[in-house]
């Protein structure tokens, strides 16, 4: 079945440091990809998607491309900040009904 | 901020007590989700609706029912509620009709704790 692989955490780096949280997946069709970012206490948000091969998706200064010929949507960022300690997910959806098919998520903690 | 509210937002329970949660939205959303997080297993989906009266089964459905009697309301029930159920839910809308490039809303989220 369709399924979500996500680099286990936490993944511990310092301010200003470069971010990859590596994310690849395995889906009979051609699916969207979505990372979603969830602050502590939070519900999860939306942080970015792509929905064909080659798309890369950005906000906040992250980045992913989505990477059919590998399989991978890696999340990038050039230079975190403190602000950015969260759980991020990697998620699939290809369903006609848009179910989301899950990572087990990567805690993030960036230290001063 | 899209409109999602769970209630309640934290509960603790007895074991073999009945439980309801409830997922509000003023979106007006055609499709509505109920997911559980625990630790190591990011999020699995208990049971979604693309409807009103209209559900369907997720991964982890055993032991829990739903209703969706409008379109703004979906309530997830624990007939009995059990220890391994202790978790946090997650209640999600998708309005459906973006395509692929649909995203999903989530509410805040109910810590439920079964003793």
């Known amino acids: 079945g369709d399924s979500v692989t996500q680099m286990e955490g936490p993944v511990t780096l310092s301010e200003e440091a470069f971010l990859t949280i590596n994310c690849t997946y395995t889906?009979?069709?051609?699916?969207?990809l979505f990372w979603y970012v969830q602050y502590p206490g939070e519900g999860l948000q939306l942080l970015l998607k792509a929905t064909k091969a080659d798309d890369k998706g950005s906000n906040k200064g992250f980045e992913a491309t989505y990477r059919k010929e590998t399989t991978s949507f890696h999340l990038e960022k050039g230079s975190v900040q403190v602000s950015d300690s969260a759980v991020y997910f990697c998620a699939l959806t290809i369903d006609s009904n848009y179910q989301l098919i899950w990572g087990a998520g990567t805690k993030l903690i960036i230290k001063p | 901020d899209a409109g999602i509210t769970q209630s309640p937002r934290h509960k603790v329970t007895e074991t073999g007590t009945p439980v309801t949660l409830r997922c509000h939205q003023t979106?007006?959303?055609?499709?509505m989700y109920w997911y559980r997080q625990d630790p190591g297993h990011g999020l699995r989906l208990i049971h979604y609706?693309?409807?009103?009266?209209?559900?369907d089964k997720g991964e982890v459905s055993d032991g829990y029912s739903v209703s969706r009697s409008k379109t703004e309301d979906f309530l997830l029930t624990l007939e009995s509620a059990t220890s391994s159920q202790t978790s946090v839910y997650f209640c999600?809308?998708?309005?459906?009709?973006?395509?692929?490039?649909?995203?999903?809303?989530f509410g805040q989220g109910t810590r439920l704790t079964v003793v």
């Open positions: 889906a009979t069709g051609y699916p969207s």
């Open positions: 999600a809308i998708n309005g459906g009709t973006g395509g692929r490039n649909t995203e999903a809303f």
């Open positions: 609706s693309y409807g009103v009266k209209d559900t």
């Open positions: 979106e007006n959303h055609r499709y």
